[in-house]
Nanobody, 125 residues
Framework: QVRMVESGGRLAQAGDSLRLSCAAS????????VGWFRQTPGKEREFVAA????????YYADSVKGRFAISGDNGKNAVHLQMNSLKPEDTAVYYC??????????????????WGQGTQVTVSS
């Protein structure tokens, strides 16, 4: 049983930085990964970034490359999303999720089995 809890979301201004955290409890998939997705009303849940535990590989959506950075912390059993140069279009509820290895495209939400409640990020212009 895996539980994911996101935190760190808040109101920010364009150009600001935020650091989101996802604390995981329970047994996660060995060699799997953790992803960050975001969703706004009326839109599909969108891939943001992902991290694989065994290789340390990172993956990013084109819209956040160069601005966001995902990282894992085995000591704290947590994953972080550092968001820099925030834009109003980054406004969304951000979710972290965990997936097993070799389960399909790391960019697709359907490959993730456990999801957190989400944390709201609002970026004003």
């Amino acid at each position: 049983q895996v539980r994911m809890v996101e935190s760190g979301g808040r109101l920010a201004q364009a150009g600001d930085s935020l650091r989101l955290s996802c604390a995981a409890s329970g047994r996660t998939f060995s060699g799997g990964g953790v992803g960050w997705f975001r969703q706004t009303p009326g839109k599909e849940r969108e891939f943001v970034a992902a991290f694989t535990w065994n290789t340390g590989n990172t993956y990013y959506a084109d819209s956040v490359k160069g601005r966001f950075a995902i990282s894992g912390d085995n000591g704290k059993n947590a994953v972080h999303l550092q968001m820099n140069s925030l834009k109003p279009e980054d406004t969304a509820v951000y979710y972290c999720a965990v997936r097993p290895p070799m389960s399909g495209s790391i960019y697709h939400s359907s490959t993730y089995f456990y999801w957190g409640q989400g944390t709201q990020v609002t970026v004003s212009s």
